[in-house]
């Protein structure tokens, strides 16, 4: 197996550092997608997206002939032994995943197989409701095949754990990899694929390697969402939810991670995957108050944000605010569920006049929305003759402003923190006047 080739349909985010680092792990990949201009890129070294670290390892991938594009599914599988299925699977009205890119790509591996004679082991990255890889892709292959699955194939499930920012790290260095199994075979090319990796690894049935990554973003959704709740209670007790939350972490059956309060969660997974077993639970008559409960808190953290803004200035009617960060997260220029959108769109109901900074997501952000806002092209174009500032997405140049900087370029210095990026009392100490997500804002 040491000459193995990969194939990876799907060229997002997932898809991309994957291939990058099957490719480091010298397997040479070719990653596809449906859009030629990405394909043409990826071979001068240019990623479709921003991500810290991804375009120095794809110039270096491509350069030495490990990584390479193409927007021709049937081409890729035919010249590979393994292939990956990382498309997209985003929410449709209902909140149910959209499985139309998955059945695309079967189709197209069933094409592909029908001419090959050797073995080859189809795995299904993308997040996907539990039976999807079985009831969908597996009938799809052996349709467009004519072939049969554990005979002439093999049939995996792989999930995806990466965090967006932090993608290229965690796909060299994971915490656990699980490979869902159709036979002992074709798990045994996943095992070997990842021979590397000395983290954990669990192999299992496939329908339980689907439901275990949903169930991991619906989990840490929940923690934010708890804290978040939590932050509005402490703001009535005058109580740092920060305080509050680092003292339940300390709990040795609890982890620290993701019990910091701010605005609320975006990005491609956590909205989308909640909603999808959401929707999956009631379409087989599950009640899920807890996930709905989580939905719910991430819509209102928003415009609980928007009323910190009014404790703070009183009526926004005119008031020029600037929003710093428009990205759900920094590190990255995904603006998929970002919380910065129910914001101002909040703001400008209420009559201010917005002022947008970011240092990558600006463009993305502009074509998604269509308010008036006014977009600069640094934080301290964004701030000067501002009425306050609202951090939404704390990049580190964001977190790098001091408090000079705020009374310098602020008509008056007011910051309100939905991320809680600042250290409260040392900005009030030296003339700022802080507010923010689960603080002492009554202080």
């Known amino acids: 197996m040491d000459k193995l080739k990969i194939a990876i349909l799907g060229m997002g985010y997932v898809g991309l550092t994957s291939g990058i680092a099957f490719s480091k792990h010298g397997f040479k990949s070719i990653c596809t997608t449906t859009t030629r201009s990405k394909a043409v890129n ?25 990584l390479s594009g193409s927007v021709n599914n049937v081409e890729a599988v035919d010249q590979s ?33 029908k001419e090959k004679d050797s073995y080859h082991v189809v795995v299904a990255k993308s997040t996907i409701p539990p039976g999807t890889t079985e009831e969908i892709i597996l009938p799809f292959v052996e349709k467009y095949s004519g072939k049969q699955v554990d005979r002439d194939f093999g049939l995996c499930m792989n999930p995806e754990f990466l965090r967006q920012g932090e993608a290229v790290h965690d796909s060299f260095n994971p915490d656990r990899i699980v490979i869902g199994q159709h036979d002992k075979r074709s798990g045994d090319v996943l095992e070997y694929i990842y021979r590397d990796y000395t983290c954990s690894k669990i ?12 169930a991991a973003n619906s989990l840490l959704a929940t923690k934010i969402s708890f804290a ?21 972490g300390l709990d040795f059956r609890l982890n620290p991670r993701f019990l910091d309060a701010g ?38 953290q928003p415009l609980h944000l928007v009323e910190i803004v009014r404790d703070a200035v009183g009526s926004l009617k005119g008031k020029i605010i600037a929003v710093l960060g428009l990205s759900f997260k920094p590190n990255t220029d995904d603006i998929r569920a970002t919380r910065a959108l129910p914001i101002i769109k909040k703001l400008v109901e209420e009559g201010a ?8 997501a600006a463009t993305n952000f502009k074509r998604l929305v269509d308010l008036p ?53 040392l900005l009030k100490a030296q003339g700022v006047r802080y507010y923010g997500i689960g603080w002492k804002n009554k202080a």
């Open 263 to 300: 605005c609320g969660f975006g990005g491609s997974c956590f909205p989308k995957d909640v909603s999808a077993i959401k929707t999956l639970a009631k379409n087989i008559e599950v009640e899920t108050p807890i996930l709905d409960a989580v939905l719910y808190t991430n819509e209102i």
């Open 353 to 360: 006049k917005i002022r947008a900074y970011d240092p990558k």
């Open 81 to 113: 032994d393994v292939t990956f299925i990382c498309v997209g699977t985003p929410s449709l009205p209902d909140g149910s995943a959209d499985l139309s890119s998955i059945r695309d790509t079967a189709r197209d591996i069933g094409i592909a197989l």
């Open 228 to 248: 978040n709740e939590f932050s509005r209670i402490c703001e009535k007790f005058n109580i740092d939810v920060y305080e509050v939350m680092r003292g339940v």
């Open 373 to 425: 806002v006014e977009y600069c092209d640094t934080w301290e174009e964004g701030l000067r003759g501002a009425d306050l500032a609202v951090v939404q997405s704390d990049w580190k140049e964001i977190r790098d402003i001091k408090a000079e900087d705020f009374k310098r370029l602020l008509k008056n210095p007011v910051v309100v923190d939905g991320r809680r990026t600042y250290d409260a009392n």
């Open 42 to 66: 990826l071979a001068k070294g240019i990623p479709p997206f921003y991500e810290p670290g991804v375009e120095e390892l794809l110039k270096e991938l491509v350069n030495v002939g490990m």
């Open 203 to 214: 192999r299992c049935d496939i329908k339980a390697a689907e439901l275990i990554k949903y």
